[in-house]
């Protein structure tokens, strides 16, 4: 089945310093990957589409000067965290799915950050 | 707007059936999706349904009704590791996954 894999599963970064969080489809060619974020215990929202060779589409309310998302290849996504600040501390998921329309969203592990 | 109501806790006994029902009003259907997240860790795909009926796959089965904008998940042989949160999720027309805030189901033994 399709295999998503994402780098680091946890990160510990001070105040004011960038971090830098990889996605990558094993097994199958994504143009689109989403980058989520999940506050304890609340749902998945959605941060910002990815897509392969153009600029990242984000959700409203969601920065893309502190938020970047790179896609420069069909099996990579990245997501930086700029300057990053206590209150962006969170659970950052990553997900893509194969072609198709009914394809299913396969998710990566996620990566803990936190902030001190 | 768009919205999917699912309920936020429900509790099962060890080896009992559990239903967990979702309903969802949006701007379009191009399928029905279940996720299971453990705590602290990130969601897997279960299920999805397209078309009207019953989709079993082992212990847990979903069901559509599209005409009702309705779906359960379906746990038999509950288990303890069935402890987690099920996520309900509807693509609509284009294509955007809208997510449901998830059912916490509490397995007791």
């Known amino acids: 089945g399709a295999v998503v894999s994402q780098h680091p599963s946890w990160v510990i970064c001070k105040s004011g310093t960038s971090v830098k969080i990889e996605c990558r489809s094993l097994d199958f060619q994504a143009t689109t990957m989403f980058w989520y974020r999940q506050f304890p215990k609340q749902s998945l929202m959605l941060m910002a589409t990815s897509n392969e060779g153009s600029k990242a589409t984000y959700e409203q309310g969601v920065e893309k000067d502190k938020f970047l998302i790179n896609h420069a290849s069909l099996t990579l996504s990245t997501l930086t965290v700029t300057s990053a600040h206590p209150e962006d501390s969170s659970f950052y998921i990553c997900?893509?799915?194969?072609?198709?329309?009914?394809?299913?969203?396969?998710f990566g592990n996620g990566t803990r950050l936190t902030v001190t | 707007g768009q919205n999917i109501d699912q309920p936020t806790e429900m509790t099962a006994t060890e080896g009992a059936i559990v239903q967990i029902n979702c309903t969802y009003q949006t701007s379009g259907f191009n399928g029905l999706f279940w996720y299971q997240q453990h705590a602290g860790e990130a969601p897997t795909f279960l299920s999805y349904n397209v078309l009207d009926g019953l989709e079993e796959k082992g212990r847990f089965s979903s069901f559509l009704s599209r005409s009702k904008g309705y779906s359960y998940l379906l746990l038999k042989e509950l288990q303890m590791k069935d402890s987690a949160s099920y996520l309900c999720?509807?693509?609509?027309?284009?294509?955007?996954?809208?997510w449901g805030a998830g059912t916490k189901l509490i397995i007791k033994p």
């Open positions: 997900s893509a799915a194969e072609q198709g329309d009914w394809s299913p969203l396969h």
């Open positions: 999720a509807v693509k609509d027309s284009n294509y955007q996954l809208i």
